[in-house]
């Protein structure tokens, strides 16, 4: 059984960096099939994809975050990290962490984390 | 970066039929796309319901199905239940990389 948890601060000032980990269990970031990923949601509104790493085969970004952005990877913990610089009062939101196969298919998520940035 | 456009909300009645539409500000939405659509319910994590334009994942009640029309990728419920309240979100792939639309609420009512 496939589980994914976030965790990290729920609070970031303005002009700092959001930092998240995920923790996965039941399946190893290295299989090299799956694909990992984060998505976030301000409170009320729709979705928006942050990235994706597949083990072995890189990341993609989201182009509007990619500049503030790193995604990356400990096998040896089983944890995906997500960083994202420069937070203004716009990054506020519900962060999930997914395991998604080919296409979304078969996703697990974690249960989301919600971040607010003030000061 | 692309915009993906979907119905704000909707409205069907138990056990009627609705068609939720997802398109993509470039243009007609193909099976390139990949289209999926989710489900999420308040306080959950979204769900996928259909993937690559008209392929269910395991849970997914044979009600929903998916298919392109007219232009843009389009999700079907046949029979609602009032357990498929829910928003109804959508993702495409543009070349670069995944865009959510900005979702539907879907009312049983």
């Known amino acids: 059984q496939v589980q994914l948890q976030e965790s990290g601060p729920g609070l970031v000032k303005p002009s700092e960096t959001l930092s998240l980990t995920c923790s996965v269990s039941?399946?190893?970031?290295?299989?090299?099939?799956?694909?990992f990923c984060w998505v976030r949601q301000p409170p009320g509104k729709g979705l928006e994809h942050i990235g994706c790493f597949t083990y072995g085969r890189g990341t993609n970004y989201n182009p509007s975050l990619k500049s503030r952005l790193t995604i990356s990877q400990d096998t040896s913990r089983n944890q995906f990290s997500l960083r994202l610089s420069s937070v203004t009062a716009a990054d506020t939101a519900f962060y999930f962490c997914?395991?998604?196969?080919?296409?979304?298919?078969?996703?697990?998520w974690g249960q989301g984390t919600l971040v607010t940035v003030s000061s | 970066q692309t915009v993906v456009t979907q119905e704000p909300s909707l409205t069907v009645s138990p056990g009627g039929t609705v068609t939720l539409t997802c398109a993509s500000s470039?243009?007609?939405?193909?099976?390139?796309?990949?289209p999926t659509w989710f489900q999420q319910k308040p306080g959950q994590a979204p769900r996928v319901l259909v993937y690559t334009t008209v392929n269910k994942d395991a849970w997914t009640p044979a009600r929903f199905s998916g298919s392109l029309l007219g232009g843009k990728a389009a999700l079907t419920l046949s029979g609602a239940q009032p357990e498929d309240e829910a928003e109804y979100f959508c993702l495409l792939w543009d070349g670069v990389s995944w865009v959510f639309g900005g979702g539907t609420k879907l009312t049983v009512l």
């Open positions: 039941g399946v190893s970031l290295s299989s090299g099939g799956p694909h």
């Open positions: 997914a395991k998604v196969g080919d296409n979304w298919r078969q996703s697990d």
């Open positions: 470039t243009g007609a939405v193909t099976d390139d796309f990949s």
